[in-house]
């Protein structure tokens, strides 16, 4: 797949935001950028506070420099980064001085959020090529007055985009979610003829641009057993079937409804590309289960690369620099593979 980056000379940049001061994801993101894992294949820019960085360098005890970048532009025309250096993209809108890490805050709600709002407008203006998230906590978006309190909420309204969708990814098993962060009682209203058909038609698109010839998608079904002929339920019969019979009969290599302790196996064993779940847990258990500190999140239907780690913000180890940051890492080297246009892990 050939784009704008298939020229060495031209290097992507890939803005990340660190997620809650007080939680994990700064000293993830220091620890994955010091790292230098990209090989030269893309530029990455904190966009966060300064001060925020070097608390988080100085509790890592870290010989590094932080070099804070003025404009983007400057930082595009970088012949090339320093492998001793992190480079932020300073908003200094957190207050540092009584920080104390592990606990909900408005404030720091509040400063996680502009952070990737400011990476998101970069990502739509061409300043950067695609963004990386880091953990941001619901409860303290929540107090500082948020109405989206999730990372695709927020960048689908900013990007205007109508249809958008998680994916998570680990070792070669892929889980795009048909509903996120809505209750289980909820639920069963989304699952519609409707929006199942639109989101295998994203997810089919999606996959088709990352290289994947014929995207086999396995859906699952919503009740126990695909509802046992209608004994547990008529979702599937009324709504997800036939979303994928017009789905099939367009082309598209959709398969269903498949009972849910059937259709991740058969995805881990090679039958499918990527399975769709109906709701949150039944999309996540198989993938944290599979692949817990390496796993992933992806965006689907933003007009920009997102990745994101696939943790929370971990507030019972945070600031004692034992985190993991392999999901990170991860996330990073999938947001450069992708505005590449190398396809997915």
């Not at 025309?77 to 104390?100: A, C, G």
């Amino acid at each position: 797949m050939n784009n704008k980056f298939s020229s060495k000379d031209i290097i992507p940049i890939l803005a990340v935001t660190p997620g809650d001061p007080l939680g994990i994801g700064p000293e993830v993101t220091v620890k994955t950028l010091v790292e230098n894992s990209l090989d030269g294949n893309a530029k990455t820019i904190i966009i966060g506070s300064v001060k925020v960085i070097s608390k988080i360098v100085s509790i890592l005890n870290m010989k590094i420099t932080i070099e804070v970048i003025e404009s983007i532009s400057a930082f595009r025309d970088l012949k090339e980064t320093k492998n001793d250096s992190v480079y932020v993209f300073d908003i200094d809108n957190f207050d540092v001085s009584s920080i104390s890490f592990g606990n909900v805050s408005a404030e720091a709600g509040r400063a996680s959020m502009e952070w990737v709002f400011r990476a998101g407008e970069m990502c739509l203006n061409g300043e950067v090529d695609g963004m990386v998230t880091g953990p941001i906590n619901k409860e303290s978006c929540n107090l500082a007055g948020y109405e989206d309190i999730g990372h695709m909420e927020v960048l689908q309204r900013l990007s205007n985009s109508p249809s958008v969708y998680t994916m998570l990814s680990t070792r070669g098993l892929r889980v795009v979610h048909l509903t996120t962060h809505r209750s289980i009682a909820r639920v069963a209203d989304a699952v519609t003829k409707e929006n199942i058909l639109k989101m295998i038609n994203v997810t089919n698109e999606q996959f088709l641009a990352w290289g994947f010839p014929e995207p086999r998608i396995g859906v699952a079904a919503l009740n126990p057993h695909a509802s046992d002929s209608g004994l547990l339920g008529n979702e599937e019969s009324m709504e997800i079937a036939p979303a994928i019979e017009v789905a099939f009969n367009q082309g598209i290599l959709a398969y269903g409804p498949i009972p849910a302790d059937v259709v991740f196996h058969d995805a881990i064993q090679g039958k499918y590309d990527v399975v769709l779940a109906m709701y949150h847990d039944q999309g996540h258990i198989p993938i944290k289960v599979y692949g817990f500190e390496e796993s992933i999140s992806i965006n689907l239907g933003l007009p920009f690369v997102r990745t994101s780690v696939d943790h929370g913000t971990a507030f019972d180890i945070a600031g004692k620099g034992i985190a993991n940051h392999l999901s990170m890492k991860n996330a990073l080297k999938e947001a450069c593979m992708l505005v590449k246009g190398q396809g997915i892990l």
